[in-house]
């Protein structure tokens, strides 16, 4: 209690945005996840979303404490503007945290936005964690790929029965840290939902992520 957590977005293999600096308020007891409550320093806001630090992480832990670790962390620049996250660089080569995904949908960054948001798709997300996968498909059932990713942006499982019983035992904070976002395969909006589904079976069996993973179907 009383602790300040500085908070890291990783941008790339050694690279990371500053999202946010919290004092913590509450423990939660919580193995393999985020493990307390925070509340946010507003002296440093001004920080939140430009500051850049160059960094090599080398252990599996999501937290460590500062005083270890001061010598290594190293600032390589303060952004004029807050981050907004990168162009869009094609389907076939999507690959984003929670944080990226969260800030791309929450600033409305255009062209991701355009590119997702009449797009039908199987997509897979993994949790870095464990290597967990999770297979999913955006329909015109679940209005496309923007509003299906939007959900998990919202709550952390969209509705799926793993994915929420992980948030239930871990919290929201867990995929945050460990969640990434990734398109398998994308089709136009006119494509037949009975052909995603059909690929999005064979996803699960292919990788197995009935048996190893999160899906629960």
């Known amino acids: 209690m009383g602790q300040i957590a500085v908070c890291l977005v990783r941008l ?3 690279t990371w945005l500053l999202s946010t600096v ?11 996840g985020v493990n307390y409550v925070g509340e946010e320093l507003e002296q440093y806001s001004q920080y939140y979303g430009r500051v850049i630090i160059k960094f090599r992480k080398s ?24 981050f907004d996250g990168d ?19 929450q600033r409305g960054k255009r062209d991701w936005i355009a590119a997702l948001e009449n797009q039908k798709a199987v997509y897979l997300i993994t949790d870095t964690y464990n290597g967990k996968l999770y297979v999913g498909s955006a329909t015109s059932n679940s209005q496309m790929l923007l509003t299906r990713w939007s959900n ?17 035992e871990k919290g929201f904070e867990y995929v945050k840290q460990y969640f ?6 994308n089709y136009n909006g006119k494509v037949d939902d009975k052909l995603v589904l059909q690929r999005e ?17």
């Open 12 to 14: 790339s293999y050694d």
């Open 152 to 168: 998990y942006v919202s709550n952390g499982h969209g509705g799926n029965k793993e994915l929420v019983a992980l948030v239930e």
């Open 87 to 105: 162009d869009f660089p094609g389907y076939d080569k999507v690959k984003l945290s929670y944080q990226q995904l969260a800030t791309i949908i």
């Open 201 to 217: 079976s064979y996803w699960k069996e292919a990788l197995q992520s009935r048996k190893f993973g999160y899906n629960s179907n």
């Open 180 to 185: 990434q976002y990734t398109i398998l395969e």
């Open 22 to 32: 919290k004092k913590v308020t509450k423990e939660l007891g919580v193995l393999n």
């Open 59 to 82: 252990f599996q832990s999501q937290g460590r404490f500062y005083e270890g670790l001061h010598k290594e962390l190293v600032v390589q620049q303060i952004l004029p503007t807050t």
